[in-house]
């Protein structure tokens, strides 16, 4: 049975600038980090939460579970960074607030990755969770502030960079979305 889906070309638009802000997020997160600059790191993790929260707001797919999954994942990971702002100066809780935006974050990339064949939406889905894990390893070990560590990191962050800033030039260029219908 075919059914149309509402999906205007605005709202593909507000899903492609959710990107664009997220990689501005990223871009100031990877040289905030290179710099050990805070204010320009806290900067870049809010933009990049907000495109997150745009591309997920925005993201088409036919099972609706996929949105509620990247959705609450991106929404719980905010949750817990205004706790950390807030309430908790931990940074545990700033870990695991960058670990579901990343694990939501992971969901769109792969989405887009199986839908267009975008090989660094691939690359990027796989890398989350090894960011996420590695990162947590790190400042259990006690090893987040070790010069060696910290470089490989800044390397590690700005491959990801370039690789997401290929990633959005190739959704940029993608036609924007004419009509959409279900194809099951």
Not at 31 to 48: E, M, P, R
Not at 65 to 90: D, H, R
Request: charged share 10%; proline share 2%.
């Amino acid at each position: 049975m075919e059914t149309d889906i509402y999906y205007p070309k605005r709202y593909d638009i507000i899903y492609r600038s959710g990107y664009v802000t997220g990689f501005l997020g990223i871009l100031l997160f990877a040289l905030s980090y290179l710099f050990y600059n805070w204010a320009v790191f806290s900067l870049g993790i809010s933009v990049f939460y907000l495109g997150s929260l745009i591309s997920g707001m925005f993201l088409l797919v036919w099972k609706k579970e996929v949105k509620i999954f990247i959705l609450s994942c991106i929404i719980l990971g905010i949750i817990f960074a205004f706790s950390y702002l807030l309430f908790f100066k931990n940074p545990e809780i700033l870990i695991i607030s960058m670990g579901f935006v990343l694990a939501g974050l992971a969901g769109l990339y792969g989405k887009e990755a199986h839908c267009f064949h975008f090989i660094e939406g691939w690359i990027l889905m796989w890398s989350f969770p090894f960011l996420i894990f590695a990162n947590l390893l790190l400042y259990g070990l006690g090893l987040q502030n070790n010069g060696s560590v910290h470089a490989i990191f800044s390397v590690i962050y700005l491959i990801i960079m370039l690789l997401a800033l290929s990633f959005l030039i190739k959704k940029l260029r993608q036609p924007l979305m004419q009509f959409c219908q279900n194809q099951d």
